[in-house]
């Protein structure tokens, strides 16, 4: 319906278990019409990053999403990409982390995000963030965030569109990463009460979101009738 009323479009996801082909693919499966170059995600944002700097990573990443920095150097690595890397936050994996960070003269975290849970279908569980300020408070640095919330990431997504913050609006349902990040970045943003949304999320004490819907489909629905007034 957004793509039919001529609007433009952008899935802003802080995916990092899966390239961002295999995330197309798991939307277009479930009935979404997408492509690759309609999604913005930390990795492939990283890794502009990493070739602007010279920076060479030691990666602490899910396994599928490895292919994403496939053509980077990583040999004597000197910074430390750290995201969703799930089964992969071992205590061996995040001590070799540290390692590399701690024996750098400059050492430097970039982070693919910085939520601290997300919800699948068994629950909820620890995201990126939570390792991330491990490795921060064990080498006395701050991570750079490349995903939400980062307002580089959202101005990346507007550049992309060629829209100014203010022609925008953001749909999402993190208070902080998707509506706070928005929001910073001088977007308006709707929370949906799915996903990970909490009621408690509504009396936030730092974010409010310019409005609350019940699903995407509602938001979508506003948005058009808006259009059209």
């Known amino acids: 319906m957004i793509k039919a009323s001529g609007l433009k479009l952008r899935f802003c996801t802080n995916e990092t278990q899966a390239t961002r082909g295999k995330f197309v693919e798991k939307l277009q499966r479930l009935g ?17 990053v990493l070739r602007e700097r010279n920076l060479r990573p030691h ?4 396994d599928d999403l490895v292919p994403e920095f496939d053509q980077l150097d990583k040999a004597n690595p000197n910074c430390v990409v750290i995201g969703d890397a799930a089964d992969n936050f ?7 982390a540290f390692r590399v960070l701690i024996g750098l003269e400059n ?13 699948e279908t068994d629950g909820l569980k620890l995201d990126v963030g939570v390792y991330m300020k491990a490795l921060e408070y064990a080498c006395d640095i701050q991570a750079e965030v490349v995903g939400k919330p980062a307002k580089m990431f959202f101005q990346s997504a507007l550049a992309e569109m060629e829209v100014e913050p203010q ?9 902080v990463n ?13 929370q949906v ?6 009621p408690c999320d509504e ?6 979101a310019d409005g609350y819907v019940n699903n995407l489909a509602e938001a979508v629905d506003i948005i058009v009738k808006q259009l059209h007034k």
């Open 178 to 190: 998707d509506v706070g990040g928005a929001q910073q970045c001088g977007m308006r943003a709707l």
């Open 32 to 48: 979404f019409n997408i492509s690759v170059n309609e999604v913005t995600a930390p990795a492939p944002a990283a890794c502009r």
């Open 167 to 175: 022609q925008a609006i953001m749909i999402g349902d993190d208070i």
């Open 107 to 119: 050492p430097i975290l970039i982070s693919l995000g910085r939520g601290r849970y997300y919800k």
């Open 59 to 62: 990666l602490l990443v899910h």
């Open 90 to 96: 071992s205590y061996k994996n995040l001590n070799e």
């Open 203 to 208: 009396q936030h004490p730092e974010v409010k």
């Open 193 to 198: 009460r799915t996903g990970k949304y909490r």
